[in-house]
């Protein structure tokens, strides 16, 4: 016991001195680092004072502080309020600090890129730390997903929480705010940070300045964008041409040329000078004559470029002269090319498109020339080169030299495979008035075993319809069941079908092939097929069978139009139902939002005199004047045939008069007023007092320097002619527009076609269908 008592006492002792001489020396290294530190922080403390630092940046004290105030903000959430007083007051301290060293020179002259790295460079270490960075980038990414989110006011507290410095991070910082205020389409706030930016040496990079050009591009902010690349400097961008590209292009799309040049000159300004792309965007500015002076404006930037044109250059020139008619500007942009040794090289791209837009422009004996030239210098032709050649014969009435040249180019077994669908599908439109050419033809495409399409199917098929052939229809729907791979017939097949039923007498085929059309469930009917079987029904008097088409019209939403309109005034004047069909015009003209054109009006007239209601059909005259339409050749016509037929001769007279009176005369043809005649008497007095007013109202009116209404004189070749096209001039009433201005397109190129007659015989000559190449 006594040495255990011993033995404790002495560890007692041990102890308690270890534990002495462990405190002492604790509290000698604490004594030591606290003198220590306060040395460092006076010595600190005076070189910030002797040297404050500049552009807003922190010192490490502020930023050691910001770092703590963040991170209790995480810990412990501030109100909305809070935030924006704190941040508020940040700013504005930030902003004192770097007034009396930066503002001044921040707003006299931009930062230099120099001068920005220096500043970088001596800015303190825990900006450019790596936690500095992932903060920047932190608040970056929040300040997108609040403008994401709509939320203006939010991006900007977050934007709020750092100074915006002039480097990577400060930008990045500034492209996200910039975003987040175009995302929610406040373009002042845009502006107002850009310049925040510029003041603050922060300015956005190539990259995002044309991501921001775009976006106010989207946005339909044309005129804002082009402010600020007229003034990037000021607005701390980084402005490319492609920027101005953006803006040139946002108003080519909208056909404003003043617009367009304003941009031109501001990027000769920018010191960017107009290239191929700029004037590649003005040229579809060009779309009519009256644009010919700004065309000669871009021929002349192209005059003063030195770089050699490419392909798509010089297919929009060739399309851009063509459309203004300044052929000579063409001509003169390729001497231009010559002399300046930048000749383009002539592609087979190049020669294909020029042909179609000399096509396009009638200039056949232009199309063989270039062909020719591509022969002799050697470009081997293209499948395109060959179908622009073949269009643009076909669409100039030159089916049977484009078809000779069909059967020229299969001879050579090299360029055989330039053959294709689309050649022959071609070459079938221009000859669908012409059945054995058609048929010739479609049997030349199974001999050379060159697949048929849809398309091809189709132009055979409204063949067929034309010439009222339905008993060749199955053997050609057999074939395209049979060809490899099967070819399925579209709602264009079912249409053409139900057309051809419908002209051949047989419309209970056509509404059976509807049904089926219906049970397939792949296409709807559109309004040219109801048109078709409406005029079937008009024909045959099935008055049922319209009306119920007339629902099913209603119950697959499709609108009707005049034609359609038309049809049903037929059918229900047919059937006796004289005031149904004035009921139908009121009632779908008032439901759909359309006026009765002139053609309705004529219907009208001529259902009247089928329901012998000749003052019913004569007070429709003043009703068309009334609702400001002018009567045609046609509709007096109708009207003077209808007396006749109810002899109602003096009031035919007069009507004949009446067509040939007003500033619009239009009069009557020349076998209406024959008939009025006979009625008269060949030899009577009234006949030739009659005569001798039209002829005195045709002077009157050329005197007073109106066009005098036509004889319309029809000799026998016109009526056979007439009778011939009948069909055709009743599947559309678009046909009838389209015929219109090919006639007058024939009579333009008239003379050009006979140069080319006259210059290369053996392509004018007749081709028969079934002779030997």
Not at 674 to 696: C, I, Y
């Amino acid at each position: 016991t006594l040495l255990c008592r011993t033995m404790a006492a002495m560890l007692y002792d041990v102890a308690a001195a270890v534990i002495v001489e462990t405190l002492s020396c604790v509290w000698l290294e604490a004594a030591m680092f606290g003198c220590a530190a306060i040395t460092y922080l006076a010595i600190a403390g005076g070189m910030l004072a002797k040297k404050p630092l500049k552009g807003g940046q922190n010192t490490p004290f502020r930023s050691l502080s910001a770092k703590h105030s963040t991170a209790k903000t995480a810990t412990y959430p501030r109100s909305g309020a809070a935030a924006v007083r704190f941040t508020a007051s940040e700013r504005k301290i930030s902003s004192n600090i770097s007034a009396n060293n930066s503002a001044a020179k921040t707003a006299s002259c931009p930062r230099s890129e120099a001068a920005a790295a220096r500043t970088t460079s001596n800015e303190p270490k825990m900006l450019s730390s790596p936690d500095s960075a992932k903060m920047y980038a932190s608040v970056a990414n929040n300040i997108r997903e609040r403008g994401n989110a709509k939320d203006l006011q939010g991006a900007v507290a977050e934007f709020g929480r750092l100074p915006l410095v002039p480097n990577r991070m400060g930008e990045e910082l500034l492209n996200s705010i910039v975003q987040a205020c175009m995302s929610c389409g406040d373009c002042n706030m845009v502006q107002h940070h850009l310049l925040n930016g510029q003041s603050c040496g922060a300015r956005l990079t190539h990259a995002n300045t044309r991501t921001l050009i775009k976006a106010l591009v989207a946005a339909n902010q044309n005129n804002f964008a082009e402010m600020l690349l007229k003034h990037a400097s000021r607005f701390s961008l980084q402005a490319s041409q492609a920027c101005f590209h953006e803006v040139l292009h946002a108003h080519a799309l909208a056909g404003d040329c003043k617009a367009a040049w304003c941009v031109i000159a501001d990027m000769r300004n920018a010191g960017f000078m107009p290239n191929q792309v700029s004037c590649s965007i003005l040229l579809k500015l060009i779309s009519s004559q009256s644009q010919a002076a700004d065309l000669s404006k871009i021929i002349e930037l192209l005059d003063s470029m030195d770089a050699s044109v490419d392909d798509v250059l010089v297919c929009s020139i060739t399309e851009a002269c063509l459309r203004v008619g300044r052929l000579d500007l063409l001509s003169h942009m390729t001497f231009h090319w010559g002399n300046n040794g930048h000749s383009p090289t002539l592609t087979a791209p190049i020669y294909g498109a020029m042909i179609r837009a000399f096509g396009q422009a009638g200039y056949v004996e232009r199309i063989w020339a270039l062909w020719d030239e591509m022969q002799l210098k050697g470009v081997e032709p293209t499948e395109i080169s060959l179908g622009c050649m073949v269009e643009a014969l076909v669409a100039n009435t030159e089916a049977d030299a484009a078809w000779r040249l069909v059967r020229e180019i299969w001879q050579n077994e090299d360029r055989r495979h330039l053959v294709n669908t689309v050649t022959y599908s071609t070459l079938l439109k221009g000859v669908a008035d012409k059945p054995e050419q058609v048929e010739a033809m479609y049997q030349e495409m199974r001999e050379r075993q060159i697949q048929c399409n849809t398309i091809t199917y189709n132009t055979i098929l409204n063949h067929l319809a034309q010439c009222r052939a339905t008993h060749r229809v199955p053997q050609l729907l057999e074939d395209m069941k049979n060809s490899t791979p099967p070819v399925e017939p579209d709602i264009v097949t079912y249409s053409t079908l139900i057309k051809c039923f419908c002209a051949s007498g047989n419309l209970n085929r056509a509404l059976g092939l509807l049904t089926e059309m219906r049970a397939d469930g792949k296409f709807v009917p559109d309004e040219m097929m109801y048109n078709t079987l409406l005029d079937g029904c008009a024909k045959e008097q099935r008055l049922s069978d319209a009306l119920r088409l007339a629902q099913e019209m209603k119950n697959d939403h499709v609108r009707p139009s005049n034609y359609t309109l038309s049809m049903f005034v037929k059918l229900m004047g047919r059937c006796k139902k004289l005031s149904k069909a004035f009921d139908v015009v009121d009632s779908l003209t008032e439901e759909f939002g359309f006026r009765p054109n002139i053609q309705v009006y004529t219907c009208l007239i001529q259902a009247c005199f089928i329901n012998r209601q000749p003052a019913k059909a004569l007070s429709l005259l003043d009703r068309i004047l009334e609702d400001g339409l002018r009567p045609d050749a046609k509709t007096y016509v109708s009207l003077v045939r209808g007396h006749l037929q109810m002899g109602l001769v003096d009031t035919a007279v007069e009507l004949v008069r009446r067509s040939y009176r007003g500033n619009f005369p239009v009069g009557v043809d020349s076998q209406c007023l024959e008939e009025v005649v006979a009625k008269l008497g060949k030899g009577s007095a009234a006949a030739a007092g009659l005569r001798k007013d039209v002829e005195e109202m045709r002077q009157h009116q050329r005197g007073k320097g109106h066009s005098a209404a036509p004889l319309h004189l029809r000799s026998s070749k016109t009526k056979t002619s007439e009778r011939s096209s009948k069909n055709i001039g009743k599947q559309d009433s678009r046909s009838f527009v389209g015929a219109m201005s090919q006639v007058q397109h024939k009579a333009v190129t008239s003379e050009t076609m006979s140069a080319t007659r006259a210059g290369a015989p053996w392509r004018q000559a007749p081709l028969k269908a079934g002779a030997a190449y």
